[in-house]
């Protein structure tokens, strides 16, 4: 059973340039959660799926990010233009959603990106 | 709102000393979850444990343990006889069955363990 698994691990970019992250869920998991990560905090929600559907959007997330999941499966977060604001971890963690609540995420080991 | 406080920054301590690292949470809902992560240097959120609002027994997994407090908002956990490979940023946070279950993070407490 392999983990979440995301690519790339790093990513340096010019300020204005587009960058576009992908994270693969454990293949079972129907949910899966997208999180940014500033130096000496702790990840801040982004967006989150399930299945295809992109049920919630944080005010985090400007204009400038756009997230999908085709087919329910992998998916990407991509960033446009660039700023220098932008450069974090993105993590991406996925779960099996049950009625019950609470389910456990599992953590993807992060893209690192750098705008400079 | 959630919110989740770790006070402690940063903690260091000698190789086989007892720790405790705090968290306290604030939310309004009834039914809650409470985890810990333990996050080292290479990045990943390595996930440790979950309890629910409902389950207030304290827990012990080998070297670890986790005590619940509904009275005080607290989720405090303790690293018995730590080591080395303990070192790194331990993460608290909370989801609720309404909010679609997102993870809210407290910032952190950074444990070094050393020789």
């Known amino acids: 059973d392999t983990g979440v698994s995301q690519d790339p691990r790093h990513k340096i970019t010019k300020r204005g340039q587009n960058v576009t992250f992908r994270c693969d869920p454990i293949?079972?998991?129907?949910?899966l959660y997208w999180y940014r990560q500033t130096l000496g905090q702790g990840p801040e929600f982004l967006t989150y799926?399930?299945?295809?559907?992109?049920?919630?959007k944080s005010r985090l997330l400007s204009d400038r990010f756009s997230a999908e999941r085709p087919k329910g499966s992998f998916s990407t977060l991509e960033i446009q233009r660039t700023e220098q604001g932008d450069s974090a971890m993105y993590l991406c963690?996925?779960?099996?959603?049950?009625?019950?609540?609470?389910?456990?995420?599992?953590f993807g080991p992060g893209t690192r990106l750098l705008v400079l | 709102a959630q919110k989740v406080t770790q006070a402690q920054t940063e903690i260091s301590v000698v190789e086989k000393e007892d720790v405790t690292l705090d968290c306290v949470y604030e939310t309004r809902d009834t039914t809650y979850y409470l985890f810990w992560y333990k996050q080292p240097p290479s990045g990943e959120l390595v996930f440790l444990i979950r309890?629910?609002?409902?389950?207030?027994q304290n827990e012990i997994s080998g070297r670890y343990s986790w005590n619940f407090q509904k009275s005080t908002s607290s989720f405090n956990f303790t690293i018995t006889a730590s080591q080395v490979v303990d070192s790194a940023v331990y993460f608290c946070?909370?989801?609720?069955?309404?909010?679609?279950?997102?993870?809210?993070f407290g910032t952190g407490t950074q444990l070094k363990v050393e020789l």
């Open positions: 946070a909370l989801s609720y069955t309404g909010g679609g279950n997102k993870l809210t």
């Open positions: 293949s079972e998991h129907n949910r």
């Open positions: 799926f399930q299945n295809e559907a992109q049920l919630e």
């Open positions: 963690a996925s779960s099996l959603y049950s009625t019950g609540g609470g389910e456990t995420q599992y």
């Open positions: 309890r629910n609002s409902f389950d207030e």
